[in-house]
């Protein structure tokens, strides 16, 4: 069975999916970006895994089918990572992109500028106090 074919595979791209369309809800700017390249498909080679969304004409992203071919693959090594989450400006120079440019550009700049509202996350469970108060221990521990 193909890689793009395995349940492993197909979890990935709907975690993934599931993931980036949570952060896309609260941001039209970004889904506006991304439907600009509607029915275009991303492979993201993460070491030693990796994911495929296609980009729906509402600008959110879906799991790709398997085998679809992508117009964009972003290889991504674990030292990238590690630098992308230190907010490292310069690893994004060091992401290995085969494919359509305009596309990893418009995914790096909604990569850059995209943030999780955790703490707005966090009130939905605990309540607005208790979220705040767990940010703002969050936020200081990070710091």
């Known amino acids: 069975m193909p890689e793009s074919a ?6 990935a791209n709907s975690t993934a999916a599931a993931a980036v369309n949570h952060l896309l ?13 509607a029915g275009k498909t991303a492979c993201f080679e993460l070491f030693p895994a ?4 296609c980009v729906t004409v509402e600008g959110t992203v879906s799991s790709a089918a398997p085998g679809a071919a992508p117009d964009v693959t972003l290889r991504i090594t674990p030292g990238v990572m590690l630098r992308l989450a230190a907010r490292d400006e310069t690893a994004w ?9 305009a596309f990893a550009e418009a995914i790096a700049q909604l990569a850059r500028n995209l943030r999780w509202d955790f703490e707005e996350d966090l009130s939905r469970f605990f309540g607005d106090i208790a979220a705040h108060r767990m940010a703002g221990s969050a936020r200081t521990f990070a710091g």
């Open 6 to 11: 395995s349940p492993e595979f197909n979890f």
């Open 25 to 37: 809800r609260s941001a039209a700017w970004a889904r506006a970006e991304l439907a600009r390249h």
């Open 50 to 53: 990796g994911f495929s969304l």
């Open 93 to 101: 120079l060091d992401i290995g992109t085969t494919g359509d440019t």
